[in-house]
């Protein structure tokens, strides 16, 4: 049976839209105002988990079909990239959608879907340069995203075959008004509470400044 390792190196994959969404739901905020990194490490900290790397996901509109959020999120990726996260974004698509309303007649509207976010994620826990090399002994993810249950089966059998050592954690916000209580299936779960996130909050605001109201 592996060893479980006394010092234990995490590396932190944050699905950003997964996890903002988490936390206006279960706290209230409006727009992303967490810092990732400081974040991370107090997941980490309060583990006893040593920070090896913190990798950051999301989908970015395009300037011509949203300026505020590509503003916003151009200078918080920025911002990002300083502070020595990894950070991977794609621009969002857009599709129509059909609903049918209580009175019988149809409404179209345009959407941004997030496409490829996911797949990313699951391929960068499982990837040659991070599992497979042993590069770190937890995968942390901030998601609830349960298609990421698969990647936590993917990493047993990997501990298996490299007979050592793996988890696979899902952080997310939590609080009486979220209405998703789970983590991903498979995974520990850590509940990040109002307190925790509110000591790791970005104190820099990248809306722009002409309009601080999130559209």
Not at 126 to 148: K, M, N
Request: glycine share 6%; aromatic share 12%.
């Amino acid at each position: 049976m592996p060893v479980e390792p006394g010092v234990k190196r995490a590396v932190a994959f944050i699905d950003g839209q997964n996890l903002y969404h988490a936390a206006r739901d279960a706290f209230g905020y409006t727009y992303p105002n967490y810092d990732v990194q400081a974040l991370s490490r107090k997941v980490c900290e309060g583990r006893g988990w040593q920070l090896q790397q913190t990798r950051f996901y999301t989908g970015v509109p395009d300037e011509r079909d949203d300026s505020f959020w590509n503003h916003f999120w151009m200078k918080k990726l920025a911002m990002m990239g300083r502070q020595n996260v990894v950070t991977y974004w794609r621009h969002l698509r857009y599709r129509n959608h059909t609903i049918r309303l209580p009175d019988g007649t149809e409404h179209s509207y345009l959407a941004a879907e997030e496409k490829g976010i996911d797949v990313r994620i699951a391929l960068d826990v499982i990837g040659i340069r991070l599992a497979h090399r042993s590069e770190y002994d937890v995968a942390l993810v901030f998601s609830q995203d349960q298609d990421l249950s698969e990647v936590a089966d993917e990493l047993r059998v990997i501990a298996r075959e490299q007979n050592r050592w793996i988890k696979m954690a899902s952080a997310f916000p939590a609080s009486l008004l979220a209405r998703n209580p789970r983590g991903v299936n498979g995974t520990d779960w850590i509940k990040i509470e109002r307190a925790m996130y509110q000591v790791c909050l970005d104190e820099r605001d990248y809306r722009p400044k002409a309009d601080k109201v999130p559209r």
